[in-house]
């Protein structure tokens, strides 16, 4: 997101984490946005034409922010998983998450990414209780979690650490699913860092 589309819409600026990785996404790929607040990583995906859709609870900012998106509103720690139904999980080309965590929802996020596509999720970690908010366990990622949560993906890359400026303890994964395998082709996929 330039300086002036993020000014234009009033919205922050996208995670350094999520702008640092884009590059791998597959060219105009579906991203789904999980929580996605004011919309600030709907606006980047969008920009590089990609398909985007977003879920939060209250998707009002969102919608008037990137008016494009496909938004749905719901509350996913007290409903069902709204991207399901009788024929399975909708995926999509990348599934971003950052600043939230629910535990039980962290399977179906991973399942919800096409073979080929990338998981890419970004919160506070343990550690953070010692300089601010979130200070319950519940909101803090314990080390390792997210990369016992993406067994079975390959690992691009994976932070767990302090960062400054605001003082803040984070882990951060960016995940691959693998292709489905071709029975004539066997190649290992390439994440340009």
């Not at 640092?20 to 790929?29: K, M, Q």
């Not at 919608?63 to 999509?92: K, M, S």
């Not at 650490?161 to 996929?189: C, K, N, T, W, Y």
Request: aromatic share 10%; hydrophobic share 45%; charged share 15%.
């Amino acid at each position: 997101m330039t300086t002036a589309s993020a000014t234009a819409h009033n919205l922050s600026a996208p995670s350094p984490w999520i702008t640092r990785w884009t590059h791998l996404l597959a060219a105009g790929c579906s991203v789904l946005d999980v929580a996605c607040g004011s919309g600030r990583h709907l606006q980047w995906f969008a920009e590089r034409g990609h398909a985007v859709w977003g879920v939060d609870k209250d998707i009002a900012a969102a919608q008037q922010n990137v008016p494009q998106a496909h938004l749905l509103q719901v509350d996913i720690e007290t409903g069902l998983w709204p991207l399901a139904d009788a024929n399975g999980l909708r995926t999509f080309g990348a599934v971003v998450v950052t600043n939230y965590l629910w535990r039980p929802l962290l399977p179906t996020l991973v399942s919800s990414v096409a073979p080929g596509g990338y998981f890419l999720y970004e919160t506070f970690a343990a550690g953070n209780e010692t300089v601010g908010r979130p200070s319950r366990p519940d909101f803090l990622l314990q080390a390792g979690e997210l990369l016992q949560a993406c067994a079975g993906m390959q690992i691009v890359a994976y932070e767990n650490g302090f960062l400054p400026s605001p003082d803040r303890f984070v882990q951060r994964i960016v995940a691959f699913a693998p292709a489905l395998p071709d029975a004539g082709h066997l190649e290992m996929a390439r994440h340009t860092l």
